[in-house]
T-cell receptor, first 111, second 115 residues
């Protein structure tokens, strides 16, 4: 089965850089997703990595190392609106589509 | 806006009552998923459809739960004889699956409270 670990909470200051880590264990690998979820709202897609390396998308970047079972989400130039839960997810063993999510990392950005 | 929509957004019911939720996916998305999320947890997969066919159901989906997607467009999730443990956010997502791993786009969810 899948096992996904993320830190429960992180705090950072506006304008700073923060790295949110995710480690996973799967019997087969079909990529890794990052979603952002503000309180009471739907998860919003941020990134998908299937190959090793860093993918940059504006202020957000996502890194993957398949050999280490490790990913991180890097947020630069933090803004107050980045305060949210960040969810790491991988497809379930039984297929490519259904996702197993980590518990999420609650990021609090302070002034 | 042509995102995923869900109705109602909030539902309060008494234990033992039946409830039904509706999800309208992004137009032309052939896959539709249902997840459940409780406070402090990530979403947990319940079931998914490809067009009108229900392809997979999680062990979390007890006999009291049933989902349909009769015409391959909107879907309904019904919970019979609700229990307090059913209180959660029920999320729907859709994707334009063409093979392999696809990106799922989530709706705003229906928050269920069972008293």
């Amino acid at each position: 089965g899948q096992n996904i670990d993320q830190p429960t909470e992180m705090t950072a200051t506006e304008g700073a850089i923060v790295q949110i880590n995710c480690t996973y264990q799967t019997s087969g690998f079909n990529g890794l997703f990052w979603y952002q979820q503000h309180a009471g709202e739907a998860p919003t897609f941020l990134s998908y990595n299937v190959l090793d390396g860093l993918e940059e998308k504006g202020r957000f970047s996502s890194f993957l190392s398949r050999s280490k079972g490790y990913s991180y989400l890097l947020l630069k130039e933090l803004q107050m609106k980045d305060s949210a839960s960040y969810l790491c997810a991988v497809p379930l063993n039984s297929g490519y589509s259904t996702l197993t999510f980590g518990k999420g990392t609650m990021l609090l950005v302070s002034p | 806006d042509t995102g995923v929509s869900q109705n109602p957004r909030h539902k309060i019911t008494k234990r033992g009552q039946n409830v039904t939720f509706r999800c309208d996916p992004i137009s032309e998305h052939n896959r539709l998923y249902w997840y459940r999320q409780t406070l402090g947890q990530g979403p947990e997969f319940l079931t998914y459809f490809q067009n009108e066919a229900q392809l997979e159901k999680s062990r979390l989906l007890s006999d009291r739960f049933s989902a349909e997607r009769p015409k391959g467009s909107f879907s309904t999730l019904e919970i019979q004889r609700t229990e307090q443990g059913d209180s959660a956010m029920y999320l729907c997502a859709s994707s334009p699956w063409t093979g392999g791993t696809d990106t799922q786009y989530f709706g705003p969810g229906t928050r269920l409270t069972v008293l």
